[in-house]
């Protein structure tokens, strides 16, 4: 399996963004799909996962701003960023599970196997 993300970019504080991991290869193997970032000097933390069961879940720093959603049929996870911060800036990258559900993975890093090369997201204030 291998995930591409595009779509980054800049965006006032205030404003939205959407960010796409297309999805190649065998994705029965996929337990949860999730998307991370990771500012300069930071660790990387999740901001939202689903499964595939269209079940999602985020942290309470990014509930009700952003939205993750799957498209089954053309094999793409999105993430929808609304209502941004400055601090919302940062890598963003998509990844996946082949070991754990979603409820059990909770947003930790390394319970996910397969990463995407990351897309850049700017948030200016």
């Known amino acids: 399996v291998e995930l591409a993300e595009s779509g980054g970019g800049s965006a006032q504080a205030g404003g939205s963004l959407r960010v796409s991991c297309g999805i190649s290869g065998d994705i029965s193997r996929l337990e949860c799909m999730g998307w991370f970032r990771q500012a300069p000097g930071k660790e990387r933390e999740g901001v939202a996962m689903i499964d595939d069961n269209y079940r999602a879940k985020y942290p309470d720093f990014v509930k009700d701003r952003f939205i993750i959603s799957l498209d089954s049929a053309n094999n793409i996870v999105y993430l929808q960023m609304n209502k941004l911060k400055a601090e919302d800036t940062g890598m963003y990258y998509c990844?996946?599970?082949?070991?754990?559900?979603?409820?059990?993975?909770?947003?930790?890093?390394?319970?996910?196997?397969?990463w995407g090369q990351g897309t850049q997201v700017v948030v200016s204030s």
């Open positions: 990844a996946a599970t082949t070991q754990w559900y979603c409820v059990v993975a909770d947003f930790r890093a390394s319970d996910f196997d397969i």
